[in-house]
Nanobody, 120 residues
Framework: QVQVVESGGGLVQPGGSLRLSCAVSRTIFSIYSMGWYRQAPGKERDLVACISTGSTTNYADSVKGRFTISSDIAKNAVILQMNTLKPEDTAVYSC??????????????WGQGTQVTVSS
């Protein structure tokens, strides 16, 4: 079974930073590209950043230059460093394979996510 633990969210002022972490089962982490997704109230869930097993990264245009995705191999974790946060970054952030539900990751399954709120 897939185990995922997302953490690091919180309330931050515009211009601030947060560091999100997503710990996943080693089987998932070592085989599949992983991504951070976010869903704001009333909107669809979107992919904001992804990293391949070869450490190639890609970002949504809205976060380029501000967010950095990386992997912590020792902890089987995917990290999202978010800088220069804006109110429009407010959302629940979750991780999953890219695309979602690959391999043993059950389709339609999402962890609890972590809330990021950017507000003064």
């Amino acid at each position: 079974q897939v185990q995922v633990v997302e953490s690091g969210g919180g309330l931050v002022q515009p211009g601030g930073s947060l560091r999100l972490s997503c710990a996943v089962s080693r089987t998932i982490f070592s085989i599949y590209s992983m991504g951070w997704y976010r869903q704001a109230p009333g909107k669809e869930r979107d992919l904001v950043a992804c990293i391949s097993t070869g450490s190639t990264t890609n970002y949504a245009d809205s976060v380029k230059g501000r967010f950095t995705i990386s992997s912590d191999i020792a902890k089987n974790a995917v990290i999202l460093q978010m800088n220069t946060l804006k109110p429009e970054d407010t959302a629940v952030y979750s991780c999953n394979t890219v695309p979602p539900g690959r391999g043993p990751w059950p389709r339609g399954y999402w962890g609890q996510g972590t809330q990021v709120t950017v507000s003064s």
